[in-house]
């Protein structure tokens, strides 16, 4: 089973700042199959960045995916309000087909 | 515009089953995969497991087989989670998501979410 470990587990920033997320494979995994998402407390997941790169339609430019193998990152430049929520990386490819990381909270300081 | 609806809120003792139910809009229902994800309280997301609205076939999670049974009824344009055996451990909410890769082709992530389903089981 592939392992998605996301770090760190909770970010403390002030709006305008940037965001660096991690998400590290246990074993390399095709970029085409991570994803990332955004929850918000009582919503469900909003589609971010899949194909580790590409953004969802409607997304900001501010939200940036990248990396490769068993590395990738999501970026968020210029911290708006509406960011403060938890992130999820997702990939598809070994059993259990699809597996989330646990997630890292983008908490306001 | 694309739409998920999910069934209201259950309370379930530990042993019963529970049914949720998925009423998708706005696209074409039997041309998209449909996934079930859970989320108990407090934690992460959980795969369970998908089926293809257009021809009823379906792929469980491993851990969940002959507990979780993934039906459409495409009249209807509505997709059902049915988990039986409840155990305590079985209280999430429940997410059906939708893959946007259509005509049958997977893109191997969800696009459109419902709003979720909070299944409680307690004695």
């Known amino acids: 089973e592939i392992v998605l470990t996301q770090s760190p587990g909770t970010l403390s920033l002030s709006p305008g700042e940037s965001a660096t997320l991690s998400c590290r494979a246990s074993?390399?995994?095709?970029?085409?199959?991570l994803t990332w998402y955004q929850q918000k407390p009582g919503q469900a997941p909003r589609l971010l960045i899949y194909?580790?790169?590409s953004r969802a339609t409607g997304i900001p430019v501010r939200f940036s995916g990248s990396g490769s193998g068993t590395d990738f990152t999501l970026t968020i430049s210029r911290l708006e309000p509406e960011d403060f929520a938890v992130y999820y990386c997702?990939?598809?490819?070994?059993?259990?087909?699809?597996?989330f990381g646990q997630g890292t909270k983008v908490e306001i300081k | 515009q694309v739409q998920l609806v999910q069934s209201g809120a259950e309370v379930k003792k530990p042993g019963a089953s529970v049914k949720v139910s998925c009423k998708a809009s706005?696209?074409?229902?039997?041309?998209?995969?449909m996934h079930w994800v859970r989320q108990a309280p407090g934690q992460g997301l959980e795969w369970m497991g998908w089926?293809?609205?257009?021809?009823?076939?379906?792929n469980y999670v491993q851990g969940f087989q002959g507990r979780v049974t993934m039906t459409r009824d495409t009249s209807i344009n509505t997709a059902y989670l049915e988990l039986s055996r409840l155990k305590s451990d079985d209280t999430a909410v429940y997410y059906c998501?939708?893959?946007?890769?259509?005509?049958?082709?997977?893109?191997?992530?969800?696009?459109?979410w419902g709003p979720g389903t909070l299944v409680t089981v307690s004695s």
């Open positions: 998501a939708r893959d946007p890769g259509g005509d049958g082709y997977n893109y191997y992530y969800f696009d459109y």
């Open positions: 706005g696209y074409t229902f039997t041309g998209y995969h």
């Open positions: 089926i293809n609205p257009n021809s009823g076939g379906t």
């Open positions: 074993q390399s995994i095709t970029s085409t199959y």
């Open positions: 194909g580790a790169s």
């Open positions: 997702q990939q598809y490819g070994y059993s259990p087909l699809y597996t």
